[in-house]
């Protein structure tokens, strides 16, 4: 069993940086492959960064592809998604997931574990 617990959103400007946190309980965290989804209104749920479980391998959305890095400190149990130059279009609820995976999967529905969620709002 593994819960999580997100930090970190808020409100800024587009071009703006924000730092999301997510830590987890449970000894076994370092054997979760991790991701940040994010979910705006009227929209899926969409993945947007992935990490292997000893953190060696990562995996982006296109959409965020060179703005955001996730990151995991297993010694902490958690991980990070730090996101740079942010537009509108990243407003939206970013969830911090976990997935008993060796490889980083981006289906919502592959992850077991879920976050409550925090709210990111980018203003042009």
């Known amino acids: 069993q593994v819960q999580l617990v997100e930090s970190g959103g808020g409100l800024v400007q587009a071009g703006g940086s924000l730092r999301l946190s997510c830590a987890a309980s449970g000894r076994t965290f370092s054997s979760y492959a991790m991701g940040w989804f994010r979910q705006a209104p009227g929209k899926e749920r969409e993945f947007a960064a992935g990490i292997t479980g000893p953190g060696g391998y990562t995996r982006y959305a296109d959409s965020v592809k060179g703005r955001f890095t996730i990151s995991r400190d297993n010694g902490k149990n958690t991980v990070d998604l730090q996101m740079h130059s942010l537009k509108p279009e990243d407003t939206a609820v970013y969830y911090c997931?976990?997935?008993?995976?060796?490889?980083?999967?981006?289906?919502?529905?592959?992850?077991?574990?879920w976050g409550q969620g925090t709210q990111v709002t980018v203003s042009s």
């Open positions: 997931a976990a997935d008993q995976n060796s490889v980083i999967r981006t289906a919502s529905r592959a992850y077991e574990y």
